[in-house]
């Protein structure tokens, strides 16, 4: 991931990422279906966070090549995952 | 909502087509149509299926073998025992409104299956697939995955009773080439027939709807 991360956003509903998330957040959820692609680029994330070691599904990982959208995987819960990203991202400024 | 009580309340209310789509199970189905069977309503066997990304889609067929079918597969799929303490009993009657058992499984949790396999599935059974309560903002296509995507082929899209048809003309003006009905999602006898569609037909059947969804052969769904 060489985009600057303006902070995340977490939610595992779509719609909701869509209205309320901002350009250079990092987004950590559970979803897996393609469309998480197309909402990352729609709002400009800094990429995805997939939690709980869920494996983003083979059309979902094409979608994310084509589009250059950076996905990773945590095998920590969405809680975990959460809390080491905000300290990381405190610790920085 | 016994299934002689459903059958009585369905004719009282007028209702022509009935489709039984209990929550991820449809073990009272055959009891549903039996108990009708002396009445003037057409009942389809269905089911409503939670998908992985939470989403609920209606499943309707033409006859019980495909929507059993079904059941197996979602019953391999879904994980969790039942708690009647937090959930209610999970009852299965028979067409004379008798308890004959009760479902373990925990019918109210997601089923481990993408929201496209359970899509195709439904086709691959030869049923009809509705996105269900497009208009809410839970455990709708559109509240989990923002849009739908092209690939996702529904037969039909559901508004609930929450939104008019006006402000649904407006909300889902993109979806516009799809085919729009209403249905009561009644949990209680009650909530039978309070949002219902209006289908021209030969006669109320599956192979009609079917046709009305597809707008083919002059079958379609009345404008509201």
């Known amino acids: 991931m ?32 393609v469309n998480i692609v197309a909402v990352a680029v729609l709002k400009e994330l800094a990429g995805i966070i997939i939690v709980q070691g869920r494996q983003p599904s083979e059309d979902t990982l094409r979608k994310a ?22 300290s990381l991202l405190e610790g920085r400024s | 909502m016994s299934p002689r009580n459903i059958a009585a309340q369905a004719g009282k209310r007028g209702i022509m087509l009935l489709a039984i789509c209990d929550h991820n199970s449809a073990e009272n189905v055959a009891a549903v149509m039996k ?10 066997p269905g089911m409503e299926v939670c998908s992985r990304e939470e989403i609920h889609v209606l499943a309707i067929f033409e006859d019980l073998a495909p ?27 028979n067409e004379s409104d008798e308890v004959i058992g009760f ?25 009809v697939a509705v996105a269900s309560h497009i208009d ?13 995507p092209e690939t996702l082929k529904f ?13 649904a003309r ?36 599956f192979r009609e709807i079917q046709k009305a969804f597809r707008n083919l052969d002059g079958r379609l769904v009345c404008e509201a």
């Open chain 1, 2 to 33: 060489d985009e600057q991360v303006s902070g995340g956003y977490a939610s595992d509903l779509l719609s909701d990422v869509i209205a309320n998330s901002k350009a250079g957040n990092v987004w950590v959820t559970m979803q897996v279906h």
């Open chain 2, 136 to 148: 809410r903002q839970s455990f709708s296509v559109i509240s989990q995955l923002g849009f739908i």
């Open chain 2, 67 to 93: 929507v059993l079918n079904l059941q197996s597969i979602v019953y391999e799929h879904l994980a969790g025992k039942n708690d009647p303490e937090a959930f209610g009993l999970q009852v299965v009657s």
């Open chain 2, 155 to 167: 037969d039909a899209l559901e508004l609930s009773s929450n939104i008019g048809d006006e402000e």
């Open chain 2, 103 to 127: 479902q373990d499984r925990l019918l109210i949790g997601a089923v481990n299956l993408a929201v496209d396999e359970i899509v195709d599935t439904i086709h691959k059974l030869r049923g």
């Open chain 2, 35 to 44: 108990a009708a069977e002396a009445s003037d309503v057409t009942v389809l």
């Open chain 1, 65 to 86: 090549r084509e589009e250059k959208v950076a996905i990773i995987v945590s095998n920590l819960p969405a809680f975990e995952t959460v809390g080491r990203i905000h």
């Open chain 2, 170 to 205: 407006r909300r889902f003006v993109a979806y516009g080439d799809s085919t729009f009905i209403r249905n009561s999602d009644a949990h209680d006898l009650e909530d039978l027939g309070k949002n219902t569609s209006e289908y021209l037909l030969e006669y109320p059947s």
